[in-house]
Protein backbone atom coordinates (compact mmCIF):
# COMPACT_ATOMS: atom_id res chain seq x y z
CA UNK A 1 0.00 0.00 0.00
CA UNK A 2 2.63 2.42 0.48
CA UNK A 3 5.03 1.62 -2.42
CA UNK A 4 1.63 2.42 -4.12
CA UNK A 5 1.08 6.30 -2.84
CA UNK A 6 4.64 6.08 -3.33
CA UNK A 7 4.34 5.74 -7.24
CA UNK A 8 1.33 7.97 -7.52
CA UNK A 9 2.62 10.93 -5.99
CA UNK A 10 6.15 9.98 -7.78
CA UNK A 11 4.27 10.03 -11.21
CA UNK A 12 3.11 13.65 -10.60
CA UNK A 13 6.89 14.54 -10.79
CA UNK A 14 7.89 13.10 -14.01
CA UNK A 15 6.84 14.90 -17.23
CA UNK A 16 3.74 14.00 -19.10
CA UNK A 17 3.39 11.43 -21.52
CA UNK A 18 2.56 11.72 -25.05
CA UNK A 19 0.51 8.66 -25.14
CA UNK A 20 -2.51 7.71 -23.74
CA UNK A 21 -3.19 4.10 -23.58
CA UNK A 22 -3.94 1.08 -21.69
CA UNK A 23 -3.52 -2.59 -22.46
CA UNK A 24 -4.98 -5.29 -21.32
CA UNK A 25 -4.47 -9.26 -21.54
CA UNK A 26 -7.23 -11.77 -20.85
CA UNK A 27 -5.39 -15.32 -20.77
CA UNK A 28 -6.47 -18.79 -18.88
CA UNK A 29 -4.83 -18.82 -15.61
CA UNK A 30 -2.83 -21.71 -15.19
CA UNK A 31 -3.49 -23.04 -12.05
CA UNK A 32 -7.40 -22.56 -11.78
CA UNK A 33 -8.27 -23.06 -15.47
CA UNK A 34 -10.35 -19.85 -14.99
CA UNK A 35 -9.92 -16.93 -17.27
CA UNK A 36 -8.23 -13.85 -15.62
CA UNK A 37 -7.35 -10.78 -17.15
CA UNK A 38 -4.53 -7.74 -16.39
CA UNK A 39 -4.71 -4.40 -16.74
CA UNK A 40 -1.84 -1.88 -17.26
CA UNK A 41 -1.93 1.59 -16.83
CA UNK A 42 -0.06 4.85 -16.51
CA UNK A 43 0.29 5.81 -12.89
CA UNK A 44 -0.54 9.30 -13.38
CA UNK A 45 -3.51 9.14 -16.01
CA UNK A 46 -5.00 6.54 -13.08
CA UNK A 47 -4.60 8.91 -10.52
CA UNK A 48 -6.30 11.11 -12.14
CA UNK A 49 -8.75 8.48 -12.95
CA UNK A 50 -9.56 7.54 -9.74
CA UNK A 51 -9.42 11.14 -8.43
CA UNK A 52 -6.57 10.11 -5.57
CA UNK A 53 -5.59 13.68 -4.69
CA UNK A 54 -9.63 14.19 -3.36
CA UNK A 55 -9.60 10.82 -1.11
CA UNK A 56 -5.83 10.67 -0.17
CA UNK A 57 -6.20 12.34 3.24
CA UNK A 58 -8.84 9.29 3.94
CA UNK A 59 -6.40 6.49 2.15
CA UNK A 60 -3.97 8.18 4.76
CA UNK A 61 -5.92 7.88 7.85
CA UNK A 62 -6.95 4.31 6.90
CA UNK A 63 -10.98 5.26 6.39
CA UNK A 64 -10.63 4.46 2.55
CA UNK A 65 -8.68 1.53 0.90
CA UNK A 66 -7.28 2.49 -2.63
CA UNK A 67 -8.01 -1.13 -3.91
CA UNK A 68 -11.63 0.31 -2.92
CA UNK A 69 -11.08 3.59 -5.41
CA UNK A 70 -9.36 0.45 -8.15
CA UNK A 71 -12.25 -1.83 -8.44
CA UNK A 72 -14.70 1.10 -8.42
CA UNK A 73 -13.32 2.77 -11.65
CA UNK A 74 -12.84 -0.33 -12.91
CA UNK A 75 -16.43 -1.30 -12.89
CA UNK A 76 -17.22 1.65 -14.08
CA UNK A 77 -15.14 1.44 -16.89
CA UNK A 78 -15.32 -2.12 -18.31
CA UNK A 79 -17.49 -4.49 -18.80
CA UNK A 80 -17.16 -7.80 -19.99
CA UNK A 81 -19.72 -10.40 -21.22
CA UNK A 82 -18.29 -14.13 -21.63
CA UNK A 83 -20.22 -16.34 -24.32
CA UNK A 84 -23.43 -14.11 -23.66
CA UNK A 85 -23.20 -13.51 -19.59
CA UNK A 86 -22.13 -10.75 -18.06
CA UNK A 87 -19.06 -11.68 -16.54
CA UNK A 88 -18.20 -10.14 -13.06
CA UNK A 89 -14.41 -9.19 -12.03
CA UNK A 90 -12.77 -9.20 -8.38
CA UNK A 91 -9.45 -7.05 -8.29
CA UNK A 92 -6.66 -10.17 -7.15
CA UNK A 93 -3.72 -7.78 -6.93
CA UNK A 94 -1.64 -4.81 -8.20
CA UNK A 95 2.04 -4.28 -9.39
CA UNK A 96 2.94 -0.84 -9.63
CA UNK A 97 6.50 0.22 -11.35
CA UNK A 98 7.01 4.47 -11.76
CA UNK A 99 5.33 4.83 -14.63
CA UNK A 100 2.20 1.98 -14.77
CA UNK A 101 -0.16 0.27 -12.14
CA UNK A 102 -1.00 -3.38 -13.77
CA UNK A 103 -4.00 -4.41 -12.11
CA UNK A 104 -4.46 -8.23 -12.19
CA UNK A 105 -8.51 -10.01 -12.36
CA UNK A 106 -10.08 -12.74 -11.95
CA UNK A 107 -13.25 -13.15 -14.17
CA UNK A 108 -16.26 -15.40 -13.07
CA UNK A 109 -15.58 -17.83 -16.68
CA UNK A 110 -13.65 -20.87 -18.02
CA UNK A 111 -11.30 -20.57 -19.97
CA UNK A 112 -11.82 -23.91 -21.92
CA UNK A 113 -15.83 -22.94 -22.09
CA UNK A 114 -15.17 -19.52 -23.66
CA UNK A 115 -16.27 -18.87 -27.28
CA UNK A 116 -17.21 -15.32 -27.30
CA UNK A 117 -15.93 -12.47 -25.35
CA UNK A 118 -17.77 -9.07 -25.40
CA UNK A 119 -15.44 -6.08 -24.01
CA UNK A 120 -16.47 -2.61 -23.19
CA UNK A 121 -13.90 -0.61 -22.29
CA UNK A 122 -14.14 3.44 -21.59
CA UNK A 123 -10.74 3.62 -19.89
CA UNK A 124 -9.18 6.72 -19.85
CA UNK A 125 -11.68 7.99 -22.13
CA UNK A 126 -13.33 10.64 -20.03
CA UNK A 127 -9.57 12.32 -19.88
CA UNK A 128 -8.30 12.29 -23.25
CA UNK A 129 -9.83 12.46 -26.51
CA UNK A 130 -6.86 10.27 -28.00
CA UNK A 131 -7.46 7.77 -25.72
CA UNK A 132 -6.65 4.19 -27.19
CA UNK A 133 -7.18 0.45 -25.11
CA UNK A 134 -5.61 -2.34 -26.53
CA UNK A 135 -7.08 -5.90 -25.89
CA UNK A 136 -4.94 -8.87 -26.37
CA UNK A 137 -6.15 -12.38 -25.70
CA UNK A 138 -4.60 -15.46 -25.28
CA UNK A 139 -6.29 -18.89 -24.30
CA UNK A 140 -4.99 -22.11 -24.09
CA UNK A 141 -6.18 -24.19 -27.38
CA UNK A 142 -7.63 -20.65 -29.00
CA UNK A 143 -6.22 -18.83 -31.59
CA UNK A 144 -5.10 -15.58 -30.10
CA UNK A 145 -6.36 -11.84 -30.99
CA UNK A 146 -6.11 -8.28 -30.47
CA UNK A 147 -8.68 -5.26 -30.45
CA UNK A 148 -8.19 -1.61 -29.94
CA UNK A 149 -11.02 0.60 -28.83
CA UNK A 150 -11.19 3.92 -28.35
CA UNK A 151 -13.45 7.21 -28.04
CA UNK A 152 -15.12 5.99 -31.46
CA UNK A 153 -15.07 2.06 -30.76
CA UNK A 154 -15.41 1.32 -27.17
CA UNK A 155 -16.56 -2.18 -27.55
CA UNK A 156 -15.85 -5.51 -29.32
CA UNK A 157 -16.66 -8.61 -29.82
CA UNK A 158 -13.93 -11.69 -30.06
CA UNK A 159 -15.07 -15.09 -31.72
CA UNK A 160 -12.95 -17.20 -30.51
CA UNK A 161 -11.98 -20.40 -32.46
CA UNK A 162 -10.19 -23.59 -31.60
CA UNK A 163 -6.36 -23.67 -32.76
Known amino acids: MKLFLFFLFSATLF ?5 HLTVM ?3 SAEKSKNLECSVTLFSDDFARAI ?3 TYAPQI ?3 KLKTDDLIIK ?3 SKLQLKVNGKNG ?3 LQRTENTHETITCYLKLNAVAAETQKIEIASKLMLELFSDQRNLVKIRIAGKKEGALSLDKSKTSAVAALTAD
Open 73 to 75: YLR
Open 88 to 90: SFS
Open 15 to 19: APHPI
Open 51 to 53: QYE
Open 60 to 62: QSG
Open 25 to 27: EIY
